[in-house]
């Protein structure tokens, strides 16, 4: 997909050209059948923004079995409202910093 949600827009211009901490994140990245939003291949760690689409009970559902098969192979997965990107980006960069530094 190569239109951006404004969610996404956003938060890909906090996370572009290694803003965050130094990490190379790629947007639209393919893992096994998924395509996660936002990767960062040197921790792993996988970031999906929700927006209401994901706010039925089917969608939580397929986002649930997503979410457990991507950590049982090794991903850390952060998922987020889309709002938080645009209220509270800090939360995710606080979580990103977190996995940085958990041993």
Known sequence: RKR???????LWS????????????????????YIVDFYCPQYKIVIELDGEPHFTQEQADKDQKRDKRLKELGHFVLRYE??????????????IKQIMTTP
């Open 4 to 10: 951006l949600t404004p969610a996404e827009a956003s």
């Open 82 to 95: 889309n709002q938080v990107v645009f209220d509270h980006p800090d939360f995710i960069f606080d979580d």
């Open 14 to 33: 906090l996370l572009k050209n290694r803003l965050a901490f130094g990490l190379k994140f790629r947007r639209q990245t393919s893992i096994e059948n």
